[in-house]
C-alpha cells in the first residue's frame, strides 16, 4: 500500500469537502490506496481511510471484497464495523437503495448523527437534477446511481434536517450529494 497517512488523506479530505460543497459535480479523487484491486472500492477506501478514526462505526453492503475492503479500513483507522442501520459510515458496492433506507437518519434534535454512505459505483451515471445549498439554481448532472438509489435517498431525506450524505465514487472521482439538497431524474 503507498498510502500516506498524512499528505494523500489531506487531499482526499478536501476533495470530498469540494464535492459535498458542489452537489452534483465530479471531483478527482487525487491519489488511492490501492486496497481492493478496483478503481472504485479502492476510491471509497481512500474516502474512508481519510475521513474515519477511533470512535466511528462503518457498516458495508456488497461483494467479499468490499467487506475485505471495509474490515482494512478499520485496522487501519480504528473504526469498528456494525450493521449498516447502526452505522455513522456506510461503504456499498453494487446496488445502494437498501443501505441507503436502513442507514441512521438521525434526529431533530441530533441531525449530524445521520449516516455519510460512501458507494463505490459500477453503472452508468443517471441523469438527474440537484437544487439546494451549494448549487446556483437548477445543476443539471449526471451521477453514477440507480435510480432506486435515487428513490432511497430522496425518502431518507424527506425530513430535514434530518438525512444521509452520499459520497459517490466513479472511478477515479467523487460526487458529494449532501442531505441539504434535493434530486430529481430527468
Known amino acids: 500500500m503507498s498510502w500516506d497517512t498524512v499528505h494523500d488523506a ?40 481519510a475521513l474515519l478514526d477511533e ?7 456488497g461483494s467479499a471484497a468490499a467487506h475485505r475492503t471495509a474490515a482494512r479500513v478499520c485496522e487501519l483507522t480504528g473504526a469498528t464495523r456494525t450493521d449498516i442501520d447502526r452505522a455513522d459510515w456506510v461503504l456499498v458496492e453494487g446496488p445502494a437503495a437498501e443501505a441507503i433506507a436502513l442507514a441512521p437518519r438521525g434526529t431533530a434534535f441530533a ?18 437534477s440537484v437544487v439546494g445549498p451549494g448549487v446556483q439554481g437548477v445543476a443539471r448532472t449526471a451521477v453514477a446511481l440507480d435510480a432506486l438509489a435515487a428513490r432511497a435517498f430522496t425518502a431518507a ?30
Open 157 to 186: 431525506n424527506a425530513d430535514s434536517p434530518c438525512g444521509v450524505d452520499l459520497l459517490v465514487v466513479n472511478g477515479s472521482q467523487v460526487t458529494g450529494l449532501p442531505r441539504s439538497v434535493r434530486v430529481r431524474t430527468d
Open 10 to 49: 489531506r487531499t482526499v479530505f478536501l476533495a470530498c469537502m469540494q464535492a459535498l460543497c458542489s452537489p452534483g459535480t465530479a471531483v478527482a479523487i487525487p491519489g488511492t490506496p490501492g486496497l481492493a484491486g478496483d478503481t472504485g472500492l479502492d476510491g471509497a477506501a481512500a474516502i474512508l481511510l
Open 111 to 128: 441531525p449530524q448523527a445521520g449516516a455519510t454512505i460512501v458507494i463505490a459505483a459500477a453503472g452508468e451515471p443517471l441523469p438527474m
Open 55 to 61: 470512535g466511528l462505526t462503518l457498516g458495508v453492503s
